[in-house]
């Protein structure tokens, strides 16, 4: 993408475990900074699949940026 756009990015959530999950806190990152945050409200269903969605600013700067997504940064969703 060009310096100073703008592009959609996707990530796909996946409920590994075996009860559902409320409250997820989910985190898209650029370089480890986060540029988008949203909680999913749940339930997730054990095995259920959530595609998310986000807009990214390309900085105007340009140059080689790496994109990534956390789900629950803050580690607060009991895994026990």
Known sequence: ??????????ATL????DR????????????GG????VT???PL???EVLTLTATYAVPASG?????????DPANSIDES
């Open 1 to 10: 993408p060009m310096p100073g756009s703008s592009v959609v990015v996707t």
């Open 14 to 17: 996946v409920n590994a475990g």
């Open 20 to 31: 559902p999950l409320t409250a997820i806190p989910f985190a898209f990152r650029d370089n």
């Open 34 to 37: 986060d540029f988008a945050t």
């Open 40 to 42: 999913v409200p749940g």
């Open 45 to 47: 269903a054990a095995g």
């Open 63 to 71: 140059g080689i940026q790496t994109l990534s997504a956390m789900v």
